[in-house]
């Protein structure tokens, strides 16, 4: 080679013609037909020849000539047929020479000949493959497949580069404009938001975004927010964790026909007539749906306590769309922003709720107990009732002392309470934190002492009714899903007064409650054994304790065997499991968002344990454990108060920052 030899080579994706300028060794100096001097490297080369011009000719003849030998080459390259070329070769299957192409095709190998041949065979890449400095034609299904894989491609190229558009358009102006684009985009970008590289199509999101420069984590849900499809504020958990949140619309019409004609009561004949009783029930301001009742008689024993349960099951059958729906979530779920009944709102906040002045079914537990709490005789009945006040918690706290009935009921229930821990349960007397958000989208935070009096009478009933309901059915060998707890993994002090940490400490170290279909004792409530059967509008678990104690009590079988249990229990466990953690990610949530708002001021904080180069604090007044990272030097020990600085908080990352005020 020398310099005025013309040359060929790719130059992003297109191929140049050049003429040597100068030879340095393993690199040329060329001139291209761009009127661009650089420096090539000789491995680069698709083809070369010698040229018709010096390389001492002007520049501007040069240029001439490297255009005229690109035009004429380009033509010459739009005149062959490859595909002609690749039949005749495809069968003999022999290896080619760009030359030897050149000369089948042309009858001539001059240099534009040769060179417009090998512009061809390296721009179609279906037909031969180059190897070695031969082209060996492809076979037909290899041929196919390449050119297959090259159209998809193309087409992945230009969905690239459209939906890139589409995103910062999404950004820009907050739509996507287009009917078929938006809803793919959408759900790619829920997807992203969602599950990030867990996404299905997390690449094909991440390089549309990247594409758009949307580079930021969080893109995809900003976007999604932007386009008005998310709120700042989405609980991506319900996503995650695959949360029902509506019902199928034959749910919701099965529903509305019973809310219209409930069905015939099949307990009519044995069902008592209790609608003279004075019922109350109490629940928080919010409650919607009331699935229990109390009542309290004198008598000359002692007293008779009428604890009173929503009878869903003389409403609700099994098997049916009703049945399946409260089985698949397991229980209502409630947050500050959401509520997910277990039942559609037409039952569960009004056939099968308590409402004041309304008559309803229910199942009572009638309790004869002696004035010290202890439990004389308990029937279980079918039952109608009529609640005649709708209290809340904090007006039973406020009037209870001048209330004949309920004074009576908090010192019954002080009273049950102590021979519950005198038998060996343990009170774990952490207060409840609520959020609840105002209509302007501020987060307000209650601090709610569940040790108060209301509190007590209602936990007591439930728990006293719930432990009748497991020793029925325990006594009578009635398959059963019951609820236990085995003793704690390091021993608690029961008796020793204990301050915020200490109960902290105490809650880390207590077993978790199972369920089984064997009854075992619950160490916590000192009951030998225990179920839950006072919440069936709320929990699926107490729902088939009813339907399995009426079958007892009519003198039928079982509605569930054993085997049907089990089933039960591997749907409704999980679901319950995913109930609790939505409920408690979703606090925290709230809870930093409301820190959110007070980054800059100082804070109380209480040591609870070190874990490796980090301190874990608990703020007492929202019980929000947090994270600090001091210097090794900092001494401290669990129950230390430290003044703490916030930094900064995060609530979707989950990021609290603070520092050493």
């Known amino acids: 080679m020398e310099p005025g030899w013309l040359v060929e080579f790719f130059e992003e994706k297109r191929i140049l013609t050049a003429v040597v300028l100068e030879l340095k060794g393993e690199r040329l100096h060329v001139l291209t037909q761009n009127s661009r001097e650089m420096t090539l490297a000789r491995k680069r080369l698709l083809h070369a020849c010698p040229g018709k011009l010096p390389a001492g000719g002007s520049r501007q003849q040069m240029l001439e000539r490297l255009q005229e030998a690109a035009r004429v080459r380009e033509e010459l390259k739009q005149a062959i047929d490859l595909k002609e070329l690749w039949e005749l070769l495809a069968a003999e299957n022999e290896p080619q020479t760009t030359e030897e192409l050149a000369r089948l095709w042309f009858n001539g190998t001059s240099c534009d000949q040769v060179a417009a041949m090998g512009r061809a065979l390296f721009e179609d890449r279906f037909l031969f493959k180059f190897k070695d400095g031969l082209w060996v034609p492809n076979p037909p299904e290899v041929a196919a497949a390449l050119r297959e894989r090259a159209r998809r491609e193309e087409e992945e190229r230009r969905e690239l580069a459209e939906a890139a558009e589409w995103l910062k358009a999404a950004w820009d102006r907050g739509e996507i404009a287009d009917a078929a684009w938006r809803p793919r985009l959408v759900e790619l970008l829920k997807q992203e938001a969602v599950f990030g590289e867990e996404a299905p199509e997390h690449a094909k999101i991440r390089a549309f975004l990247d594409r758009a420069g949307l580079t930021a984590p969080d893109a995809a849900f900003r976007l999604l927010v932007r386009l008005g499809v998310f709120s700042e504020d989405e609980n991506l958990d319900l996503y995650r964790l695959e949360v029902p949140t509506e019902f199928e619309p034959q749910t919701r019409e099965l529903a509305r026909r019973l809310m219209e004609t409930p069905p015939p009561d099949p307990l009519a004949a044995r069902r008592l ?13 919010r409650t919607r749906d009331f699935d229990d009742a109390l009542s309290l008689e004198e008598t000359p024993a002692g007293l008779r306590l009428g604890v009173h349960i929503a009878d869903v099951a003389a409403v609700v059958a099994p098997a049916t769309p009703l049945d399946a729906a409260a089985r698949e979530r397991a229980t209502s779920i409630y ?327």
């Open 273 to 285: 007539d209790l609608t003279g009783l004075e019922c109350f029930t109490i629940d928080g301001e």
């Open 335 to 661: 947050l500050p922003e959401l509520r997910l009944p277990m039942f559609p709102e037409e039952l569960s906040e009004n056939t099968l709720s308590l409402l004041e002045g309304e008559e309803r079914l229910a199942l009572s537990f009638l309790i004869d107990l002696t004035p010290e709490g202890e439990v004389r005789d308990a029937v279980i009945r079918p039952s109608v009732i009529r609640v005649k006040r709708r209290l809340t918690y904090s007006q039973v706290d406020a009037v209870h002392e001048g209330d004949p009935v309920l004074r009576r009921l908090a010192q019954l229930a002080g009273k049950l309470k102590a021979r519950r821990l005198a038998a060996g349960g343990y009170e774990l007397k952490l207060p409840e934190i609520w959020v609840t958000l105002n209509h302007q989208g501020g987060v307000q935070v209650v601090v709610e002492d569940q040790e108060t009096v209301s509190h007590q009478m209602v936990s007591e009933a439930m728990v006293l009714a719930n432990w009748l309901a497991a020793r029925l059915l325990a006594e009578q060998r009635v398959p059963a899903i019951f609820r236990s707890q085995p003793e704690p993994r390091e021993p608690i002090d029961r008796e020793a007064p204990k301050d915020l940490v200490a109960l902290w400490q105490d809650r880390k170290k207590l077993s978790r409650v199972v369920m089984d279909l064997e009854p075992q004792p619950h160490w916590g409530l000192g009951l030998p054994v225990y179920t839950m059967a006072s919440s069936p509008i709320r929990r699926f678990l107490d729902l088939v304790i009813h339907r399995q104690l009426l079958a007892v009590l009519s003198g039928g079988p079982p509605v569930y065997s054993r085997e049907d249990l089990e089933q039960i229990l591997m749907t409704i466990e999980p679901a319950m499991r995913r109930a609790g953690m939505l409920k408690a990610r979703r606090l925290r949530y709230w809870l930093l968002k409301y820190l959110a708002g007070q980054v800059g001021s100082k804070k109380e904080a209480l040591v609870l344990e070190q874990v490796q180069n980090r301190w874990r604090l608990l703020l007492p007044d929202l019980l929000l454990e947090v994270p600090l990272t001091a210097p090794a030097s900092l001494k401290l020990k669990p129950g230390d108060t430290v003044l703490v600085r916030l930094d900064k908080v995060s609530p979707r990352d989950e990021v609290v920052k603070l520092s050493l005020a």
